[in-house]
DNA sequence: ATAATATTGTTGTAAATGCAACACATTTTT
DNA sequence: AAAAATGTGTTGCATTTACAACAATATTAT
């Protein structure tokens, strides 16, 4: 009786989310796979940030990247010894950091990959409409800024 | 020079999917410790999954809630040893299958959460528009159609 | 001035996850 | 009929992840 009431939460916009994010993932994973590329999903994701966001700090990168501390220097410790990245010790508020900089090599690497790999994310969106993706993309960013407010991040 | 006609990975849908999906499963993580709700969320998953798959066995399962077998065998183990699921072997194709089944337990449990979770869920939707909400929903769901097309799932 | 708190990064550890190998039965191929 | 392939579930292991504790320094409170 009260059953049907109820909603499920596999028919909830969160699990719809998630689902849609992990087939994305997955996907590319297998993408790279598939093209041989050499650094992890988690790695060129940094990396991108890093390049956007020049002499970011550490926690700042993993406020970015939505991972704690820990494993951000972990995928910080791969890409420095790939020699994607250098650490820079600087300081931010009379506080000592590791400041973060791409080098050319890192550069070089994350051109490659992206051009390696933007045919394959194209493809994907192709049969939808440009300007849904872009609403979509638009509100889900709005979901996000909501959500950052919520989520205590303790990172 | 070539730097700029190059879109960043970060800028995509992909990267904005998983960070907002991400986000909401931090924040439904949390909602789960702070209610003292003692079953995991992917168990939850899987519950929901089963109440409205009745019937339904461990492989179907886990291409539903994108686990893999082993993966999903761990999490049933857990339902069943909490007495909200029940597994009967039975046939399928003339195979020999795990059918799962909802115990009264497990429904009890499922809308126990559900009615505690509500409020809190619908929440985060608040400050968009229902219609932009479904319209999303029904973008991802369009999305999702397509990557299970092109995703080699060897479940 | 001393103690308490906060910021930044690292290490340790337990849990979750993905992938491969296995076991067992059934179907298909040769 | 024998062999190969397929479907189903489980176990093992290596990787990833989250969480907590730590180290070192700077700020704030008492």
Redesign the interface.
């Known amino acids: 009786m009260?059953?049907c009431k109820?909603?499920?939460?596999?028919d909830?916009?969160?699990?719809?989310?998630?689902?849609?994010?992990?087939?994305?993932?997955?996907?590319?994973l297998?993408l790279f796979t598939k093209l041989g590329i050499t650094i992890s999903l988690d790695e060129?994701?940094a990396l991108?940030?890093i390049?956007?966001n020049r002499q970011i700090c550490q926690r700042d990168l993993a406020k970015l990247i939505?991972k704690d501390r820990a494993n951000t220097t972990r995928i910080l410790n791969e890409l420095e010894k790939k020699e994607y990245i250098t650490r820079i010790i600087d300081t931010k508020n009379n506080r000592l950091v590791k400041k973060l900089e791409i080098t050319q090599k890192g550069?070089d690497e994350l051109?490659s990959i992206?051009?390696k790999?933007?045919s394959y994310?194209d493809?994907?969106?192709k049969?939808?409409a440009p300007e849904?993706?872009e609403?979509?993309?638009m509100?889900?960013?709005?979901?996000?800024l909501?959500?950052?407010k919520?989520?205590?991040?303790n990172i």
Chains 1, 2 share one sequence.
């Open positions: 009260t059953d109820i909603l499920h939460y596999t909830s916009i969160h699990y719809e989310l998630e689902q849609t994010a992990r087939l994305m993932r997955i996907l590319t297998q060129y994701c991108d940030t390049s956007i939505l550069i051109n992206s051009i790999i933007k994310i493809n994907v969106t049969k939808i849904e993706v609403k979509v993309q509100i889900l960013k709005h979901f996000r909501d959500l950052e919520v989520v205590e991040m």
